[in-house]
């Protein structure tokens, strides 16, 4: 059974950073493309950023270009969305998702 499980969420002031971490069971973890999506309240789930399985290469949304780092440690079957300078408008429930899979989602409120 595929299994994303997301943390690191919490609340934070603006300029703060936090962490999240997705850690993943149930599939050569290895083998996937991983990816954080992120969902405002009142507006559609939009796609952050994502690591690609085989040369671990990356891709940023505009939006957090230059604030966000993802990674991914394959050992520990984890990907993770280091997220700097965050702002009030970072404010959303952040997923992870590995193709048709999604984990439960972790807050993450930037206070002004």
């Known amino acids: 059974e595929v299994q994303l499980v997301e943390s690191g969420g919490g609340l934070v002031q603006a300029g703060g950073s936090l962490r999240l971490s997705c850690k993943a069971s149930g599939f050569t973890f290895a083998d996937y493309v991983i990816g954080w999506f992120r969902q405002a309240p009142g507006k559609e789930r939009e796609g952050v950023s994502v690591?690609?399985?085989?040369?671990?290469?990356?891709n940023y949304a505009d939006s957090v270009k230059g604030r966000f780092t993802i990674s991914r440690d394959n050992a520990k079957n984890t990907v993770y969305l280091q997220m700097n300078n965050l702002q009030p408008e970072d404010t959303a429930v952040y997923y992870c998702?590995?193709?048709?899979?999604w984990g439960q989602g972790t807050q993450v409120t930037v206070s002004s």
């Open positions: 690591i690609r399985n085989f040369d671990g290469t990356t």
């Open positions: 998702r590995q193709g048709v899979y």
